[in-house]
C-alpha cells in the first residue's frame, strides 16, 4: 500500500537516480564488434523521428485531459492538501531532470481481421543515451482518427513508461497508415496479432538503429478498448511461445471484456456516459458483413449523418456532443426492444464471439482497474474477470475506483507510473 513517507522517498530517490544516470552510462554492447543488421521480416518503413522530454508530455497529457496543473492530479488521488505543494515541487523537478527521448512512427507488416495483408503503423519511444529499463507494450484506448499515436504522439497511456523504458504503441486497425478502413472496434483476437507483429517490427528497427536488442519481457498496459486488447494480447504470447515474449506483469483498466455486459446494461438503462456503440455497431457491420438495416437501428439525425459519424472520424466526446447520453434519442424504438430485432439479436451473436474468457493463467501478476460509476463499461466486465482469473489461480490485484470511466483513466495511468517507480 502506498504511504505518503514513501511517496516522498521516491521523489528524493529518483532526483539522484536522474543525476547519476547523466554520469555512468552503462553499454549492453561491445562498440569494437563487428555489426551484421537483421533482415526486415516486419517492418516496413519510418515516417518520421522526433524528440520528446516528460516536460513537453506531461504539460500536453494536462491539457488534453483538462487539467491545469500537478496539484489537481495528487488531489484526484487523495493526497491531503498540507503534502500536495512539496510533493508538486519534487515531482516538478524529477520531471525536468528527464532524460530526452527518440520518437519513432513506424510502418509494419501485419494482417487484418478478414486475414488481407496490410501495412499498419505505430509509434516507438525509445530513451536517448541510455539502457532501457525493459519494454512497455501499449494497447491504446479508443481515439478518433485524427487522435492515434502516428498522428499525435503526446499520447496519455505513454506517459508512465517515459522514465527509462522502451514505449510500444500500435496504431492498431483504422487508424494511421490503414486510416482508410474502419475503425476495428473489439477485435481482440486481430488487435493482439496486430501489437505481436508490431513489436516484432521495433524489436527489428531498434537493432538496426541503435543496434541493441529489446528485452525479452514485457510490461502489458491497456485501458478501455485497449483494457481487452492487453488481455488478448498476453493471452496471444502465452499461447504463442514462439514469439519469444514473456509478459512481466499484465496492466488492464475499464476494459469490455464481455462486450455482451455492455450492449445489455446500456440497453437496459438506455444510457451511456458516452455514444460508443454506434461506432462499435457500423464497425461490426462492416467486419462481419452483418448487412445491416441501418434504418431499422439509427433515427434522427444518426441516421441520415452514421456514415460520416461514425467510422472513426470523431472522438468519442465529439460524436457525444452531437448525440447525448439517452439511448432513447438515436436508437429506434424497435431496435431498443432488442428481443423483437433481427438486428438486434445479430449484433448478440457477434458479441458473444468477441468475449475474453479467463479460461488460462498467463503466468504472471495481473493488475486489474474499473470505475464503480463506469457509465460507459459496467464495472461487472472487470468482477467477472477478476473472478475467472482467481479461479485460474491466477496472481490478480484489483483496485476500484470511486470515479467514472475518463476519471478513472487518469487514476489508472498515475497508479501505473508510481508502480513503475516503485513507490
Known sequence: ??????????????????LLVNVFQACDRDESAPFEPVEYEKFSGLLFSKTLNLEELSTEVLRQFGMQSIEEVLRLQGIPESEIKSLASKIRLYIKLSGEYDVHGI??????????????SGVLFYPKSRNP???????????????????????????????????IVPDQIGYGSTAERPIDYLNYENAAVVCADMRQAAGEFVYNYYRR???????????????????????????????????????????????????ESQFASCYSEQAVLPNVICSWNHYEDLQLDFSKIFKGKLHSNYAEWCYGQYSLDELTERLGTNLRDYFTDAFLKKEDSPEFQLLLEVCRKRKISGDWNPGCKVHIFHGEDDGLVPIVCSDRMYDELRGMGVDVIYKKYDADHMESAKLMIVDFWRYLNNF
Open 107 to 120: 510502418t509494419y507488416h501485419t494482417v487484418s481481421s478478414t486475414g488481407e495483408a496490410v501495412v499498419a
Open 213 to 263: 536488442k529489446l528485452d525479452t519481457g514485457s510490461f502489458l498496459f491497456g485501458y478501455s478498448l485497449g483494457g481487452g486488447g492487453a488481455l488478448s494480447l498476453a493471452k496471444y504470447y502465452h499461447r504463442h511461445p514462439e514469439r519469444g515474449v514473456k509478459v512481466k506483469e499484465l496492466f488492464i483498466g475499464g476494459g469490455a471484456y464481455d462486450p455482451l455486459s455492455i450492449m
Open 133 to 167: 529499463k525493459g519494454v512497455i507494450e501499449i494497447v491504446p484506448w479508443i481515439k478518433s482518427k485524427s487522435e492515434c499515436g502516428t498522428v499525435n504522439y503526446h499520447m496519455p497511456e505513454a506517459l508512465p513508461g517515459i522514465n527509462g523504458y522502451v514505449c
Open 1 to 18: 500500500m502506498y504511504t505518503f513517507s514513501k511517496l516522498k522517498s521516491f521523489a528524493r530517490a529518483a532526483m539522484l537516480a536522474l
